[in-house]
């Protein structure tokens, strides 16, 4: 599997905070949302001690959820895992991307519990989602039902 750059870093240099991003994601809004709003959870959560303990996947995982806490879960879901098939005139195959570092499910659970905390009929979020997502999120919706 081959590796790719960071789609987005954040980083404060002199007190001044410093958010990069992947140019091709100007291509895509949902992914160019997605990373943009992980390096600002950065900013958020940055100066956390709490944070400084952990190591880096365990801040990474709880930088994807504050976007879900922000409000902005659904671009971070909808850029987790993505398959496309594509033919051209002399080629055809597949391509796979990920971004993030929650997992589908982990973020429809994620997304459940916020749409629980604030109120918000899971339902409303079906038109912003993969059909095989939305039945996870309505899976998790019902499982922390009480």
Known sequence: MQRHSAAGTFSVNNKV????Y???????????VA?????????????WPELDAMDKLGRERIT???????????FGAA???????????ATQGWRVS???????????Y?????CMKNTIDYKSIKNFCKDYFFSDVKKA??????
Not at 110 to 114: D, E, K, P, R
């Open 141 to 146: 919706a019902r499982s922390i039902a009480v």
């Open 98 to 108: 990920r971004l993030g570092y929650l997992d589908e499910r982990e973020w429809a």
């Open 22 to 32: 992947d140019p091709e994601a100007i291509n895509d809004p949902v992914r160019l």
């Open 110 to 114: 994620a997304l459940a519990v916020f």
């Open 64 to 74: 994807d959820l504050t976007t879900v806490i922000l409000g902005f879960g659904l």
């Open 79 to 89: 850029c987790s895992f993505n398959f496309k098939q594509f033919r051209g005139v």
């Open 35 to 47: 990373i943009l709003i992980h390096e600002l959870a950065h900013l958020r959560l940055h100066g």
């Open 17 to 20: 905070s410093v958010i990069t």
